[in-house]
């Protein structure tokens, strides 16, 4: 393994900045992108805080083919990891068009500047969404691939994009990383998941009702076909995530000694799943918390949340096998590091720290 120059595209973000802890501590060089349209400033300086190491930054769009363009020439990353994108299902239901010209258009515009380039590598963050409601679990790779959703259809059809490309260019190794449910914050408890307004997802909802801003856990549906009645999920940490992230680059890697020309056959374009195998339902997560935490998590039987499927949990050993990577940490650390992160940072980052 050597060292690479890294482009983060959406590398102020929640699983960004995690990530960017991991490949500054590795000893790569990293350049962020980020529009900052769902982030801070302060996410970016507390990263720099934590690892005691530079990285550069542009504040801009990935739209905006002109600076994306520029900053990939004087940059010349070795590869890529890109995060920016919206991820709200509601939002991509009611804003179809502003999904695909985010999320499509704005991965369209960053190939186009990598195009003209040397870098052909590249792992994007894709979802278990793709799978849709599953036919069988634990979900491997080869299961067919459905969305419900604008948002989902953004993922798959920037797979498929990425797919035509390594076809057309054999020289491409493009990573397709599935995350299952990402959750958890930096042991240090200096960056965490940062939700606009209230938050859609499960952990960041519990961490809320524990400092005191909300009441209580609304349970959507406690009827579904799973041991208690509510719904199964696979949660990751998101610093097994972001490790994940750094075997991806690696495997991207077909011959360390010509990293900065090419490698001439690259690797295609592969799928892995990112989650650690086991499903863990809403009341366990809850009574996880309350132990951890030592905050009772008040729960309101609510009805099922339109979309929600009952299970949804990885067969993660393909990554095992061909990343070389697994998932080491469970539910009292996904726990106990949200918490440390929330209870910190009860409103999340601060506006003006820089
Ligand atoms: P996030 O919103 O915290 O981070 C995304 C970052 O990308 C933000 O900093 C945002 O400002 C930036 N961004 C968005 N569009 C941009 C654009 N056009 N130009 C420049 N910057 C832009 O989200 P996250 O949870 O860190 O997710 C990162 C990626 O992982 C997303 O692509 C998301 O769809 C995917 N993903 C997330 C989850 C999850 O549960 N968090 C699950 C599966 C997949
Ligand atoms: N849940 C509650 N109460 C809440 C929030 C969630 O009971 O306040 C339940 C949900 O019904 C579900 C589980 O907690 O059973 C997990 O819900 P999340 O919203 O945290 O996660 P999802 O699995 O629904 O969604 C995630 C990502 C989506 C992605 C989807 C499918 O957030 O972006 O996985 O991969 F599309």
């Known amino acids: 393994m050597g060292v690479l120059r890294i482009l ?67 940059f010349r990353p070795e590869a890529v990891i890109h995060f920016a994108g919206l991820k709200a299902v509601g939002e991509s239901v009611a804003d179809p068009l502003g999904y ?42 080869d299961h067919p691939r459905r969305v419900a959703n604008p948002y989902g259809r953004t993922k798959l059809q920037v797979e498929e994009i990425l797919g035509d490309l390594a076809r057309a260019d054999p020289s491409w190794s493009i990573a397709l990383l599935r995350y299952f449910n990402p959750v958890g914050a930096h042991p240090s408890g200096r960056i965490g998941e940062d939700p606009v307004g209230i938050p859609n997802n499960l952990m960041p909802f519990i961490t809320q009702v524990a400092t005191g801003r909300r009441a209580a856990l609304n349970v959507f549906g406690t009827d579904y076909d799973t041991p208690d009645g509510t719904g199964v999920r696979d949660y990751i940490h998101v610093t097994d995530l972001a490790r994940a992230h750094l075997a ?16 001439g056959a690259g690797r295609g374009c592969a799928a892995f799943n990112l989650g650690t195998g086991r499903g863990t339902s809403v009341l366990e997560m809850a009574r996880a918390f309350e ?57 999340g980052y601060p506006e003006d720290e820089l």
């Open 291 to 347: 132990e951890v935490s030592g905050r009772e998590i008040p729960l309101v039987r609510a009805p099922r949340r339109r979309g929600d499927v009952a299970s949804c949990y990885a067969d993660p050993g393909k990554a095992l096998r061909e990343l070389g990577w697994r998932a080491e940490l469970g539910l009292a650390e996904m726990c106990a590091s949200s918490w440390h992160w929330q209870s910190g940072n009860p409103e």
């Open 248 to 263: 991806a680059v690696d495997w991207t890697v077909v011959d360390w000694t010509v990293v900065d020309g090419g490698d």
């Open 100 to 141: 695909f010209d985010n999320n499509v258009a704005g991965t369209l515009s960053l190939l186009r500047a990598l195009r003209e380039s040397a870098c052909r590598r590249f792992v994007f963050s894709s979802s278990a969404t793709v799978y849709g409601d599953p036919d069988y679990l634990p979900i491997d790779e």
């Open 8 to 74: 983060v595209t959406g590398g102020a973000g929640y699983i960004g900045t995690h990530t960017l802890v991991e490949v500054l501590a590795a000893g790569h060089e990293a350049h962020v992108i980020d529009n900052l349209g769902n982030s801070r400033p302060a996410a970016l300086a507390r990263v720099r805080q934590l690892t005691n190491r530079g990285f550069g930054f542009t504040r801009a769009d990935l739209r905006d083919q002109e600076a994306v363009a520029a900053l990939v020439a004087g």
